[in-house]
């Protein structure tokens, strides 16, 4: 069986977590974020390129003018899928920046953007899948919720940049 390639950590203070040391809880966390956000970044990339054969070729489903509210709404899951997973991917790389970041305040910033990857893309692309005539479905209301986790998430990292 092969071995896992590890990431060489920059020098750490010895401060120890519940599941080890902090070196290794900021390693697994940043892990955790670039995989979620590379992969996330896959499907959303994939969804826009979906979107264009639609466009393409010219699909009723989603070109027809009674289907405008479902072409805004998931170019707006796109797109949103799309930077969100680079917010993902920027927040594992800020991990290593930040290792005296408060554990609790980094755990509850990293799982609200999580939350947000998949609530702001998802109600926009469950908004446009359920129509009700000219209006988005339910699955849009989770787009608020996901955009404050978004801000919460945000607001905590900048934050943390001002503690030491």
Do not use: C
């Amino acid at each position: 069986m092969k071995a896992k390639p590890s990431i060489k950590a920059e020098t750490l203070p010895a401060a120890r977590t519940g599941n080890g040391t902090l070196e290794e809880t900021l390693t697994n966390d940043s892990l955790r974020h670039l995989r979620i956000g590379w992969w996330s970044l896959l499907i959303y990339l994939t969804l826009g390129i979906i979107l264009e054969a639609l466009h393409g070729f010219k699909v009723g489903f989603y070109l027809n003018v009674s289907n405008e509210t479902r072409r805004l709404m998931w170019t707006l899951a796109h797109a949103h899928g799309t930077l969100i997973s680079l917010v993902q991917i920027a927040f594992a790389l800020t991990l290593r920046l930040l290792p005296l970041w408060n554990a609790r305040q980094r755990a509850l910033a990293g799982r609200f953007l999580i939350a947000s990857n998949l609530l702001l893309p998802g109600g926009f692309f469950l908004g446009g899948w359920f129509l009700h005539g000219g209006d988005p479905g339910l699955g849009v209301l989770l787009v608020p919720l996901g955009a404050i986790l978004l801000l919460a998430s945000v607001l905590l990292t900048a934050r943390a940049f001002n503690h030491k």
